[in-house]
Nanobody
Framework: QVTLVESGGGLVQVGDSLRLSCSVS????????VGWFRQAPGKEHEFVAV????????NYGNFVRGRFTISRDNAKNTVYLQMNSLKPEDTAVYYC?????????????????????WGQGTQVTVSS
């Protein structure tokens, strides 16, 4: 059983930064692809970022535009999402996800169907 637990969300001001963490237990974290999605009220899940097991292959949603960075610490079984220059439109519940298979084409991971395991989400609210 693979369990993911997000933390680090909160209420911030426009332009602030936040670092989300996702602790993964069970499974083989070091060989998994890990990703972040977000869901704003009344909207579908939106792809934020994905990171393959090697840590060298990353991909981001178009809206990120250099503001977010995904990283992982395999020794701690943890994946991070550093978010800078936050905007009100970044307000959403942020979810981390994992797929034991890290070898699919990156486009597979742009969809929620590309991941097998999900956390419960952490709320990020950006106030203007």
């Amino acid at each position: 059983q693979v369990t993911l637990v997000e933390s680090g969300g909160g209420l911030v001001q426009v332009g602030d930064s936040l670092r989300l963490s996702c602790s993964v237990s069970g499974g083989t974290f070091s060989t998994s692809a890990v990703g972040w999605f977000r869901q704003a009220p009344g909207k579908e899940h939106e792809f934020v970022a994905v990171l393959r097991r090697s840590g060298s292959t990353k991909n981001y949603g178009n809206f990120v535009r250099g503001r977010f960075t995904i990283s992982r610490d395999n020794a701690k079984n943890t994946v991070y999402l550093q978010m800078n220059s936050l905007k009100p439109e970044d307000t959403a519940v942020y979810y981390c996800a994992a797929n034991p298979n890290s070898n699919y084409a990156l486009s597979v991971y742009w969809s929620v169907s590309g991941f097998d395991y999900w956390g419960q989400g952490t709320q990020v609210t950006v106030s203007s």
